[in-house]
């Protein structure tokens, strides 16, 4: 059974910093790209950032970047995104998701990842 899972989020004050981890099992974890997507109440689910399974190519929203880094530890089976000078805008349920054959052209389209963490909850205040 594949299972992802997040941590790291919480309450910062804008301007601030989180780093959100997703740690994985049940899959070859370096066979697999890694995307980071969140969802606000009442929007759609939004592509953030995506790294492939070596690490050797990422891709991110244009609204984050900058501000936010994409990586990932194979050995350790987890993918980061390192988030500074966080916005009040950027607060939103962080999802990890994972997909072993996506397209780069599918990179920002949730609905072409197979599996999905539960969410962390990132909240930025004024």
């Known amino acids: 059974q594949v299972q992802l899972v997040e941590s790291g989020g919480g309450l910062v004050q804008a301007g601030g910093s989180l780093r959100l981890a997703c740690v994985a099992s049940?899959?070859?974890?370096?066979?697999?790209?890694i995307g980071w997507f969140r969802q606000a109440p009442g929007k759609e689910r939004e592509f953030v950032a995506a790294?492939?399974?070596?690490?050797?190519?990422?891709h991110y929203k244009d609204s984050v970047k900058g501000r936010f880094t994409i990586s990932r530890e194979n050995a350790k089976a987890t993918a980061y995104l390192q988030m500074n000078s966080l916005k009040p805008e950027d607060t939103a349920v962080y999802y990890c998701?994972?997909?072993?054959?996506?397209?780069?052209?599918?990179?920002?389209?949730?609905?072409?990842?197979?599996?999905w963490g539960q969410g962390t909850q990132v909240t930025v205040s004024s």
């Open positions: 998701a994972a997909d072993r054959s996506i397209i780069l052209s599918s990179l920002g389209s949730a609905d072409q990842y197979d599996y």
């Open positions: 049940g899959l070859t974890f370096r066979s697999y790209t």
């Open positions: 790294v492939r399974g070596n690490g050797g190519s990422t």
